[in-house]
């Protein structure tokens, strides 16, 4: 297990620094009672910062019945039944800490938004005036440069955690938060969804293998604004020599660039899932479904907020596109069912199945005539589509 506390040098004595969340103060004596029966070292200043921390840091804690791995991993949910091939490997590394400086959203200490609560009880969508659409195209334009870097280093053997730490670096060295970091207490900086994992996915040290799709769901805080994007990346040689993995994946990515070229003012936001879902219909040669748990949503200074937007036809969602709304469309399609089902961990979707599933993501303007795609991919970006075979 690494050691989950920070420490800073002085010349005469090392000071634990406190392992709360987003707490950079010095740590006192107090220690967890269950890291203390399990020979790790974790230090707090306060009984509220442990207790605030607590649904992050319990995360750390090796479950009596896991059994470890030569390399000291384990699963930590043994009696779970998995659907698929995909499992949990822990421990995951400690809650990676923001400087200080960076502006950090309203979550960022106790992992939960009062704005978002406080937004959910209307319906009303907003219109962002010009000043704040520049302010969506700077965050938007840096989330792209997030997500990219982390592309980059996809390939076998490589980590999700060790992608989230990218993730994490190149958010501070873009004076970003990572907004998934804390929210509602996920313990990570960016989603990594592998095979059969719809989205949510928490990174650990399972390397990723050839023949592997990954998604990578990046979201950074800029200034008071959010972008939201993410796409799904083949991992060696082999996944794109899949004839099922690429029609998955590429039918996906095709799925959301059709419901993009309809977004306009006056479309109705409920036309989206039957654009989707017809175009994941067309493909004969695979049964591909529709999600229909998760759905886009609206995101400005809030990360998520109205409208929301199922994926999937004959929805009732209610709006109508209007110039300056923010949204986000990311369809997820699998292979056979669209039934999923939640690890332990209370975040990892999975199909239930146990078959691939892959998913595409931008944050989108509506304008006068259409709309602009502000997490649009850069010609330097990594990925992009496979030929189907």
Known sequence: MENVSFTKMTAEVVTPICSGIECHKDAKKLQCPKCLNQGLHSYFCGQECFKRSWPIHKQLHIPPQAKKNEDGTYDPFPNFSYTGSLRAVYPLSPMRKIPEHIQK???????????????????????LNPQEIESMRTVCRLGREV??????AVRPGVTTDELDAIVHQAC???????????????????CTSVNEIICHGIPDKRPLQDGDIVNLDVSVFHKGFHADLNETYYVGDKAKANPKLVCLVETTREALNAA??????????????????????????????VIRTYCGHGVNQLFHCAPTIPHYAK??????????????IEPMLSLGSARDVSWPDDWTAATLSGDASAQFEHTLLVTEDGCEVLTARLPTSPGGPAPKK
């Open 105 to 127: 959203p309203d979550y960022a200490v106790t992992g939960t938004s009062p704005s978002e609560q406080l937004e959910a009880r209307s319906f009303k969508i907003k219109r």
């Open 147 to 152: 997500l990219d870097a982390a592309a980059a």
């Open 172 to 190: 501070i060295e873009r004076e970003c938060y990572p907004s998934p970091l804390n929210y509602y207490h996920f313990p990570k900086s960016v």
């Open 260 to 289: 993009i070229a309809a977004v306009k003012p006056g479309m109705l936001f409920k036309d989206i899932g039957n654009i989707i879902e017809k175009y994941a219909k067309s493909v004969k040669s695979h049964e591909l479904s």
């Open 315 to 328: 929805n009732r969602c209610p709006g109508v596109m209007r110039p300056g709304m923010t949204f986000t």
